[in-house]
């Protein structure tokens, strides 16, 4: 690289390199107006103060242990249950609804398998039909809607997330094709979006530069090198601090410090794991589920911080997943305690399962919250975060009263810090049509939604 060379950013805010294109996080010098930066601000998708705006769905399996989810009281008045516990500081950045339905997941008359279609109804509202072999049909997902909309807005129009292998073929939950239980995410009718699980592939994906082929060429050269994906792009984060503000320099070292400290939990698992010849796993993959899952998170959220996505779908387990949890003294299954009838041994146990995905959750909403955009709010002030599943009470397997948490601010769109108590069987499509409003995405509807939902 020559280092005579001036410092070019484009509108987007992007360091390159060799192989390597870096988004940046908001910072005030690359505002619009701003001598570094002199494009207007993006029309879709952006806070009152031009800020991006982030959409993300964060789907968990085999419904709640409902009588320990449902809150004590309404508005911003009422009690956190005890499954809640992880998020008390959180308290004033998110709100729990209650009384939201999705009609698609229950029997229209095709039989049992509701774990199918939960999983393809949750962002779909759309009621998954048994068919032949791998003939699909089903209906556009409320984040793809989005992606269609605003994905040009940013270098990836969107993200799909996993932490087990994605499965497109083959009979799953009693004949239903797996697409259906294993893929939140749904491009068409007949297009499942795959869920990646590979920590490795999706940094790659977020900092690596070129298209598939490149980008895995680059991955190869940089791990013979011993490089980072930072190594790559050290001459133009010097020219550009000497431009930036004692706070954004600042935001800057600490952004390149989380990306380095992801890169580098990646390349330990790498380079630590032994290898299972019965059981082969991709490389990168944390040999702990927790530190597989925080990671994942980790990535959401710095999908968000450098704005290289604005709509991210999380599958944090897939419907019907009957993973044990032996850390927690759990050999069981979850799907198997769910089914509990009644026994308060494995009720208790399904609580435990319940509370570790709420901490690591919490921490996910802690992390967007430490994170700043330009204006000095935060990532998760800035954000709309959907944590549920499509099954209320994982014993009765209903498909109302589900367990919904609506996370972030929208930039000051979404009332927080309550309990919001909707009528009996309100469209959870209703909230999806909500949210896309406030995107600026324009949808007449979604899947079985009846309108919009009045005062989130």
């Not at 320099?249 to 390149?256: H, I, T, V």
Request: charged share 25%; aromatic share 8%; proline share 5%.
């Amino acid at each position: 690289m020559n280092p005579s060379r001036p410092l070019r950013l484009d509108r987007r805010g992007f360091l390159r390199g060799a192989g390597v294109c870096l988004a940046l996080p908001a910072l005030e010098s690359l505002l619009p107006g701003s001598r570094l930066l002199a494009e207007s601000a993006l029309p879709m998708a952006t806070t009152a103060t031009g800020m991006p705006l982030r959409m993300g769905f964060i789907a968990f399996a085999n419904g709640s242990n409902y009588e320990r989810w449902l809150p004590r009281g309404e508005g911003r008045e009422y009690e956190m249950n005890e499954t809640f516990l992880p998020m008390k500081d959180l308290r004033e950045q998110f709100q729990v609804i209650t009384h939201l339905t999705h009609d698609a997941a229950n029997n229209w008359g095709d039989g049992p398998g509701d774990h199918a279609r939960s999983g393809a109804s949750f962002l779909t509202g759309c009621h998954a039909w048994k068919t032949l072999g791998s003939r699909l049909h089903l209906g556009i997902s409320v984040d793809q809607i989005a992606a269609r909309q605003v994905g040009h807005l940013t270098r990836l129009d969107s993200l799909q997330l996993g932490v087990e292998g994605a499965r497109l073929y083959g009979s799953c939950d009693t004949g239903y094709p797996c697409a259906y239980q294993y893929n939140i995410s749904w491009a068409s009718e007949s297009l499942p979006l795959a869920p990646e699980a590979n920590p490795r592939t999706v940094f790659e994906k977020l900092f690596g530069g070129g298209n598939g082929a490149e980008r895995l060429s680059n991955l190869r050269q940089r791990l013979a090198r011993r490089k980072s994906v930072l190594d790559f792009v050290l001459e133009d984060v010097h020219r550009l601090n000497r431009d930036l503000g004692r706070n954004d320099r600042q935001k800057l070292d600490e952004y390149l410090a989380g990306i380095r400290k992801i890169e580098t939990q990646i390349e330990k698992a790498e380079r630590f794991r032994l290898p299972d010849p019965t059981i082969p796993e991709p490389a990168g993959v944390p040999e702990g589920h927790r530190e597989h899952v925080d990671l994942m998170y980790d990535l959401m959220a710095m999908a968000f911080h450098t704005d290289s996505t604005r709509v991210v779908s999380f599958a944090v387990a897939p419907e019907g997943s009957n993973r044990p949890f032996p850390t927690l003294g759990i050999s069981e299954g979850h799907h198997f305690l769910t089914h509990h009838s009644g026994s308060q041994e494995k009720i208790l146990k399904v609580a435990k399962i319940e509370h570790w995905y709420m901490e690591r959750f919490a921490r996910f909403l802690q992390t967007l919250e430490s994170l700043k955009d330009a204006d000095g709010t935060s990532v998760l002030h800035n954000s709309m975060i959907v944590y549920g599943c499509a099954i209320g009470d994982g014993n009765k397997h209903n498909h109302d009263d589900l367990p919904v948490v609506l996370a972030g601010r929208g930039g000051g769109g979404l009332q927080s810090g309550r309990h919001l108590k909707l009528a009996q069987q309100t469209p959870m499509t209703n909230l999806y049509a909500s949210l896309l409003d406030r995107m600026g995405v324009k949808a007449e509807k979604v899947g079985d939604s009846t309108g919009r939902l009045e005062g989130i």
